[in-house]
């Protein structure tokens, strides 16, 4: 029998240790991502978003509770998940061309050799590359590095994509054109996505649900369902009013959360000495 939900996180709590400092950086993180979602986590800068994803991917491992990938505790980054990272410049290899840095995991997942040139092509076609597997990263732009990083992932066929900020790094033009290349693709492919953004307009127009993150340590403090029509329009989707309503709510609670709230670092006493 197939798991319930493709992702299920429960009780998720991370603290990180410096020394004698704690930060609790999340507590009680739940919420689940079905197979075919398009799921964006937001919350307020620094509150842990990239923490949460780590944790999901099995980057690192989480203080308390437990992902369950397919209904499987992750315990370290599955074979089937795919991450796609805000620094592409530091995420595609320089020395090797772009579909050369597409075979790689491809190879690390054993596809026989005479079919990755076809795969290698079909992905290079899905983010809009056709033709140019033979062009270093070196001498692509911020956007065309991007779109090859997500080919890559694409590549090995994940069952979830997770993408922390993947178009923070990008112009505003570039980030549009990347935000409905991916939510094509997803639509197309059908694939499950779980996208981290602090862009409150970026979360509400390209997502199934969104969910925000606040408090101190974080946890859910929504998880929205974007009502909004499937197919999604930069200038039509962001002209209804449903549009302008669920981007207040999520303004609302960010702002919220950014207020002062409970200190999240503790100091450890030192043990006492024993004479
Ligand atoms: N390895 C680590 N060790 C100690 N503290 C860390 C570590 N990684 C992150 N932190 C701290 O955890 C907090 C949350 O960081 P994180 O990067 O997860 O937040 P974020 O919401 O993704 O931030 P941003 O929106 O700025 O990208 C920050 O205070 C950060 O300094």
């Not at 197979?35 to 999901?56: D, N, Q, W, Y």
């Not at 203080?63 to 796609?84: D, M, N, Q, S, Y």
């Not at 303004?251 to 006493?269: D, H, S, Y």
């Amino acid at each position: 029998m197939g798991a319930e939900h493709l992702l299920d996180l429960q009780d998720l709590g991370k603290t990180y240790s410096t020394g004698a400092v704690r930060a609790r950086i999340l507590e009680g993180v739940e919420f689940t991502v079905d197979r075919g979602e398009f799921v964006c986590v937001v919350g307020p800068s620094g509150a842990g978003k990239t923490t949460l994803l780590k944790c999901i991917a099995g980057l690192t491992a989480p203080t308390t509770g437990r992902t369950l990938f397919e209904g499987e505790k992750v315990t370290e980054p599955p074979a089937k998940l795919a991450v796609i990272f805000q620094d592409y410049s530091r995420s595609l290899l320089p020395w090797l061309t772009v579909a050369k840095n597409i075979e790689l995991p491809l190879q690390k997942a054993r596809f026989p050799a005479r079919e990755r040139p076809g795969i290698i092509a079909e992905a290079l076609a899905n983010v809009g590359l056709e033709g140019k597997g033979g062009v270093y990263p070196w001498e692509m732009s911020g956007g065309m590095q991007q779109r090859a990083a997500i080919a890559r992932g694409l590549a090995y066929q994940p069952d979830v994509l997770l993408m922390d900020e993947p178009f923070a790094a990008v112009d505003a033009q570039t980030r549009i054109d990347l935000e409905d290349l991916v939510l094509g693709m997803s639509r197309r492919l059908g694939m499950t996505v779980l996208f981290v953004t602090h862009d409150i307009d970026e979360a509400v127009y390209m997502a199934d649900r969104v969910v925000v993150l606040s408090g101190t340590p974080a946890a859910v403090a929504r998880d929205i369902t974007v009502d909004l029509p499937g197919e999604r329009d930069q200038v039509q989707t962001k002209n209804l009013p449903r549009y302008g309503e669920l981007r207040a709510e999520v303004f609302g609670l960010i702002q919220a959360a950014k207020r002062p709230a409970m200190q999240r670092t503790e100091t450890v006493p030192a043990r006492r000495m024993v004479p």
